[in-house]
């Protein structure tokens, strides 16, 4: 997997319109599960490439995102059902509820960011709305999925590694013997 991009000044390193493979610091992925359509720790389905957007009708490439600018996660990969591979995002999953897949626009997470470490690695501390509280995990679990929880300072750190966002390019990220 490509290495995490490193936040700078008042710059999270990421950039509108790119895409990247969240893990955390223990290097498992954010994935998604299979049966249902909650974001999880090492989910079902991990390589999945999430596209930085300045909202749900801009995705378009441009500058970096800097401290407190808000943007949400689009998911490229889409439903493993659906045949039309649909992108959807990451939901505004709060106060224990698990963020989801969505295609409601009403119901996109909409995230801040600060630059941080996380297993000796670059990453970045999210914040949510609606009251800007961190991105932690929802319960006690080997999996646990992810909420907004009301402590700002309380949460899991996202390292965030740049991939292309076309499907077909997207690089094997998860140590696949080709031989």
Same mark, same amino acid.
């Given at each position: 997997?490509?290495?995490?991009?490193?936040?700078?000044?008042?710059?999270?390193?990421?950039?509108?319109?790119?895409?990247?493979?969240?893990?955390?610091?223990? &290097?498992?992925?954010?994935?998604?599960?299979?049966?249902?359509?909650?974001?999880? #720790?090492?989910?079902?389905? %991990?390589?999945?490439?999430? #596209?930085?957007?300045?909202?749900?009708?801009?995705?378009?490439?441009?500058?970096?995102?800097?401290?407190? +600018? %808000?943007?949400?996660? +689009? @998911? +490229?990969? &889409?439903?493993?059902?659906?045949?039309?591979?649909? #992108?959807?995002?990451?939901?505004?999953?709060?106060?224990?509820?698990?963020?989801?897949?969505?295609? @409601?626009?009403?119901? %996109? =997470?909409?995230?801040? =960011?600060?630059?941080?470490?996380?297993?000796?690695?670059?990453?970045? +501390?999210?914040?949510?709305?609606?009251?800007?509280?961190?991105? /932690?995990?929802?319960?006690?679990?080997?999996?646990?999925?992810?909420?907004?929880? &009301?402590?700002? #300072?309380?949460?899991?750190?996202?390292?965030?590694?740049?991939?292309?966002? @076309?499907?077909?390019?997207?690089?094997?990220? /998860?140590?696949?013997?080709?031989?």
């Amino acid at each position: 997997m490509n290495p995490p991009v490193c936040g700078h000044g008042k710059h999270l390193g990421i950039k509108y319109g790119h895409c990247y493979i969240l893990s955390f610091s223990d &290097g498992e992925q954010l994935g998604i599960d299979r049966d249902h359509t909650d974001y999880k #720790k090492n989910g079902f389905f %991990v390589d999945i490439p999430f #596209k930085v957007c300045n909202s749900t009708t801009d995705c378009s490439r441009g500058k970096e995102v800097e401290m407190g +600018q %808000v943007f949400s996660l +689009q @998911d +490229q990969h &889409g439903l493993y059902k659906d045949l039309l591979s649909t #992108k959807g995002w990451i939901n505004d999953a709060t106060g224990g509820a698990h963020m989801e897949f969505t295609t @409601d626009t009403t119901h %996109v =997470g909409k995230f801040t =960011g600060i630059p941080t470490c996380a297993g000796g690695e670059c990453a970045l +501390q999210l914040h949510g709305s609606p009251n800007g509280g961190a991105l /932690s995990y929802a319960c006690p679990m080997p999996g646990p999925g992810l909420t907004l929880y &009301g402590n700002p #300072k309380v949460g899991q750190k996202l390292r965030f590694s740049e991939v292309t966002c @076309d499907e077909y390019e997207v690089p094997l990220t /998860s140590g696949i013997n080709l031989n």
